[in-house]
Each structure stands twice: as structure tokens, then as C-alpha cells.
């Protein structure tokens, strides 16, 4: 056998460098923070040392107040700063509600005191408005002040679990941080959430440590009838786990414990009853960590709009797509005159239950499972229709506006989570011929740079 042998004097393997460190990252200086940008932070500019011109995001500060910061990452075009001392607040500076709002990473914009807060949220109406291509003064007219929930009425949650040395955490994630951090109290969730949390983390407590480190989150759900648990997990629990839980359940009077472990389906655990949530007068059962609007006030006014709407068009035959269990299905089929109804869905268990609880009340609503992304309606499924109703998750629905679009009905209402999809499909509606009739700004996400849009448009 031939040995090959190395070369000595052939050039070694290239060495890996080390990344260079930002000489910026670290940097302080003072600013006057000159604006709030869409996520809620404060827009500044600082000097480098070498004369540059960059911009920073500022947490935690409004217009006109000036602070020292210190660059703590790069940033999209600019870096995240955080503020490490305060040289002069502006006087519309508002003293946070809760305790955690410096640290935790839920709220953007506690400090703002209430008049501020709604125009802020409203100019982020208008401009996704003009965005799709309306002036400014289109957009002043069209967009109505915003409905704002109030403070604890948010009813459903996500709390990260990390269990460890330094103990049990049960909480949110802190600000441009993957810490879990403790929240004892939120000013933004309903009490019997902050509630269950509180008995959770004794709970946890309480529990081997090897089981407790397995749980890595859990979502919760108020109901009308109770909160309805859903544990995400590493593993699935043991024999004396799964009667630890169902004594927890039957202890808080929980609707239904579920636990998830990885991509597997959920389990029920302790199912003491079916959550259920009501709409138009009808009882929907609610599958384990199913979708709700995130407040009942929320909800209320989206379906106050839904329901005007209807008084507007006059519709006979309409469409609910992205239906999910009907919050705004039996509005469309039962608010007024009796309309018949087509509800469409993905999601097998939001289709079961909402056919059940057709069948059970008689509504005039045909219920379809289908996903709109890559099957939308077309021209023939939408020339029966007088009105149709979208309210996709927050990747939009292009599909669906492109069909629109080119054969819609009459009536078009929009209801979207995300103002940047929400602006690119009523461009695309528009560009078919569809004015914006009104726009309805919904914030169940207070505090939060987070919006719900609200759009009745019409084909000229």
C-alpha cells in the first residue's frame, strides 16, 4: 500500500479566527430620546467615538426625555440601549403600574399615561392605513378611536417554567432575555390567571425535581366556565404525577388539566368538565389551548363592529373564514335577520366542535374544514356571497385577499392581529376595487405594541 505523506512544507489548515468583538457593544452615552418607534421603545441617536451618527432603541422612556445609555447588542440598523441613569423625564413621564415593568419583558409601555397611550396606538392605525395606499387625511377620517381593554382582563397566558437551582420560576421571559422571571403579580391579567400561577408554583414546589424540571411551560385559558390547562413537557409524567395533577385540578376547581409532551398530541388529565365559551346566546366547547379572542371586552367590540357591519350591508349569504370556533360566526348567522352562513377552518378540533354546537342550536351555518392558505375561494365558491368576514393568524391571508380581490363580493370585513399583513391585504383588495368603508383599531393587548384591526371595505 502506498502512504501518502504530508508535505512539510504545505501551508497548515487555515485557522479559525475569533469573531471581533463590536467596540460598541458597551459604549455610553447621553440622548434625547426623539420619538417611540412600533415596538414601543424610544428612538434615539448617538455619537460614536469616531463621529458616526447611530441609532439606538431605548426601552422604558418617552419623547423628550433625556438619559445615559450603554449599547447592549447590534440590532437591525441600529443598537439596543439600555438606560443606566436618568437625567430628566418628561413630564408626561407615568409612573408604571406594575412592579415588574422594568424587567419583564410582557409590557412596552406602562409609562405612557392614558391620552398618550390611545393616540399612540391610534397613529399606529393610521399609518398601516396609509400604508395601503390612503393619504393622511383619508386615514384621519377613516380610523375611529381606539377600543382599549382594560387592565387584568386578559384571559388567556403562556407562563415559562424553569425549575433549578435558584428555585421555581413561573413567569414571562425578561426583556431581550430568555431568563424566565417571576411575576407575582401583572397588572395586565385577569386575577383568577394570577391566581392558578400562584398555586402552581407551590405546586412545583412540592413536586420531585426531576418531575418538575420536565415542564417547560403552560398555557392557560379562562373559559366561562373555568380555566382550561395545558402543561407543555419534556417527558410524559409517571403514575404518581398524573394523581398529583388530577388533586391539583379538583383543589383549584380547573375545567381541564391537559398535558403535551414535545410535538405529540395533548392528553387530558383531569377533564372535571368541557370549557366552554358562549356566543350569541349558543355554548362552544373549547378544545385544549384553543384559540379565544385575548379579552372579552376585546371580543365584545369586534363583534359590536361585526354586527354594524351587517346593519350597513344587509347581506343574505356571507362567509366566515378562519373561523376557528366561531367568535364572530354566530354574530354573522344570528345578530338581526337569520343569515345563511359559511364557516371555514383548518384545524380538525375546531371544526368538530363548532359543528356540534351548530347542530346543537339549529344556527343556519354550514361548517367545512379547509386551509385557506394554499386552498382559498374562488371566483364560483364566491359568487353566491353577499359579504365575507377574514380573520387569519398573523401571517395574513395574500391567498385569500388575491381571490377576493378578483371576484369578491360586495362586502369585505377585515379583521387582523398584525397591522403589516393586515396593510399588505388591503392593498391587494384595493388594487380589485375595494374601498375602506372603516377601520375599527381593537387593543386587547394593552400596553403591548400588539394591535387589533378592524376594516369594512366595499367594491366601488
Given at each position: ?53 447611530v441609532l439606538v432603541y431605548v426601552d422604558c422612556v418617552l419623547p ?124 395586565v391579567l385577569r386575577p383568577e390567571l394570577m391566581a392558578f400561577r ?102 365584545h367590540a369586534l363583534v359590536t363592529a361585526v354586527t354594524s357591519a ?151
Amino acid at each position: 500500500m502506498k502512504h501518502h505523506q504530508r508535505n512539510p512544507r504545505a501551508r497548515g489548515g487555515r485557522k479559525r479566527q475569533s469573531a471581533r468583538r463590536d467596540p460598541l457593544i458597551g459604549f455610553e452615552a447621553p440622548v434625547t430620546i426623539e420619538q417611540v418607534g412600533a415596538r414601543g421603545d424610544g428612538i434615539a441617536h448617538v455619537s460614536a467615538p469616531d463621529g458616526r451618527s447611530v441609532l439606538v432603541y431605548v426601552d422604558c422612556v418617552l419623547p423628550g426625555d433625556e438619559v445615559r445609555v450603554a449599547l447592549r447588542s447590534k440590532r437591525g440598523d441600529g443598537y439596543g440601549a439600555e438606560v443606566v441613569a436618568e437625567i430628566a423625564r418628561t413630564a408626561l413621564f407615568n409612573e408604571p403600574r406594575c412592579s415588574h415593568f422594568k424587567e419583564c419583558g410582557g409590557c412596552a409601555l406602562q409609562h405612557m399615561d392614558d391620552d398618550q397611550y390611545r393616540d399612540w396606538k391610534r397613529q399606529k392605525a393610521k399609518v398601516a392605513v396609509q400604508r395601503a395606499g390612503l393619504d393622511a387625511d383619508e386615514a384621519e377620517r377613516l380610523v375611529a378611536p381606539v377600543e382599549v381593554s382594560p387592565a387584568q382582563s386578559r384571559r388567556r397566558a403562556g407562563f415559562s417554567v424553569h425549575v433549578g437551582a435558584t428555585g421555581v420560576h413561573v413567569g414571562f421571559h425578561g426583556r431581550f432575555s430568555h431568563t424566565v422571571l417571576n411575576v407575582p403579580d401583572c397588572a395586565v391579567l385577569r386575577p383568577e390567571l394570577m391566581a392558578f400561577r400562584a398555586a402552581f408554583v407551590t405546586f412545583l414546589e412540592a413536586c420531585p425535581p426531576d418531575h418538575a424540571r420536565d415542564i417547560k411551560e403552560v398555557f392557560v385559558t379562562l373559559a366561562d366556565n373555568g380555566l382550561d390547562v395545558v402543561i407543555h413537557a419534556a417527558k410524559d409524567p409517571d403514575l404518581d404525577m398524573r394523581q398529583d395533577l388530577a388533586e391539583f385540578a379538583d383543589d383549584n376547581d380547573l375545567a381541564r388539566l391537559s398535558w403535551k409532551t414535545g410535538d405529540e398530541p395533548d392528553e387530558p388529565v383531569a377533564a372535571r368538565r368541557i370549557p366552554v365559551v358562549r356566543f350569541q346566546g349558543v355554548d362552544v366547547a373549547v378544545p385544549p389551548g384553543g384559540f379565544l379572542q385575548a379579552t372579552r371586552e376585546g371580543e365584545h367590540a369586534l363583534v359590536t363592529a361585526v354586527t354594524s357591519a351587517l346593519e350597513k350591508a344587509q347581506p343574505r349569504q356571507v362567509a366566515d373564514l378562519f373561523c376557528g370556533i366561531g367568535s364572530f360566526t354566530f354574530a354573522l348567522a344570528l345578530a338581526g335577520k337569520r343569515r345563511s352562513t359559511l364557516a371555514v377552518e383548518s384545524d380538525p378540533r375546531a371544526v368538530e366542535l363548532l359543528q356540534y354546537a351548530v347542530g346543537q342550536s339549529g344556527s343556519p351555518i354550514q361548517v367545512i374544514k379547509r386551509d385557506l392558505f394554499r386552498q382559498p375561494l374562488t371566483g364560483d365558491e364566491l359568487s353566491n356571497l353577499d359579504l365575507v368576514l377574514f380573520d387569519p393568524p398573523r401571517a395574513g391571508a395574500l391567498s385569500q385577499a388575491e381571490q377576493l380581490a378578483a371576484t369578491g363580493p360586495e362586502w369585505v370585513i377585515a379583521v387582523s392581529c398584525n397591522p403589516a399583513t393586515f396593510t399588505r391585504d388591503i392593498r391587494v383588495l384595493r388594487n380589485g376595487g375595494y374601498e375602506l368603508e372603516q377601520v375599527v383599531p381593537i387593543d386587547q393587548f394593552l400596553w403591548s405594541s400588539h394591535l387589533e384591526m378592524f376594516a369594512l371595505l366595499r367594491r366601488a
